[in-house]
């Protein structure tokens, strides 16, 4: 699935609830077992201006995303799901591959991330090995060389079959760089979100903590209020009656 951007925005979403009640959002998704359902979300900041949804910077290659559409219906909550990866981000669009569960989604990515850092490897390895063979070899410590060319070409074919060979090798290193970017992007992202979750995690902890002292100390307080009331002196002596306010009845002791 393709998804349009504009300015650095998605102006595309695959799914949109509209109407009283309804909900919105998109969040960056990873496995989980501590959260509900297994999945943690960090759940994307949405544009204020109309047409506008989300950043694409913030949908980096690589991520797993869930999309949600909810809707009141009599009464019933009518629930949208859609689940990718990112594949793609351009200035013109960002690519999704769907997956029909979240947990799909995620074992996809990491395993997206596995294949990305695999080919980041074979690219450093074959950048390595050209710039091995474009250093020249000093005579006196380096034996010389025998090129020998492949037996289903001839001489003239195989130098320039090798140079395009290098530099589809260059082209693909420098693009599995780029994605090895925008990935630690994602995970500094990522990372920088969650620290924001703890510290406002803390922050409502200690806010709770005081809470709960300021009720002891008012518990305590009322405790000795009541151990402090006078004792009774006649008990036989009849009670007054006590009119409840607000009620058109009285309270009175029976003999």
Known sequence: MDLSVSDGHLTT??????????????????????QRGGIA???????????????????????AIEFGADRLSRGARDRQRFYGVVTENSDAMVRLESYLTAQEACRAATEYASQMASAGEQAEMASSASRRVAQPAAPSDRPSLELRAPTDLSSDEWPVL????????????????????????????????????????????????????QL????????????????????????????????????????
């Open 13 to 34: 979403v695959p799914m949109r609830a509209e109407g009283r009640g309804a909900r919105n959002w998109c969040a960056r998704i990873r496995l989980e077992p501590r």
């Open 41 to 63: 979300r960090a759940f994307l900041e949405r544009s204020a201006t109309d047409g506008y949804y989300y950043r694409s910077a913030d949908l980096p290659v690589g991520a």
């Open 162 to 213: 090798g140079v395009a060979e290098l530099t589809r090798q260059l082209e693909d290193a420098e693009r599995s760089r780029r994605e090895l970017g925008a990935l630690r992007d994602s995970h500094i992202w990522t990372i920088d979100r969650l620290r924001a979750d703890l510290d406002s995690a803390r922050a409502e902890s200690a806010s709770v903590t005081q809470e709960r002292d």
């Open 216 to 255: 002891r100390i008012e518990n305590a307080r009322l405790s000795q209020a009541v151990l402090n009331m006078p004792a009774a002196t006649s008990p036989s002596a009849p009670s007054p009656p006590i009119a409840l306010q607000g009620s058109r009845f009285s309270l009175l002791e029976i003999e």
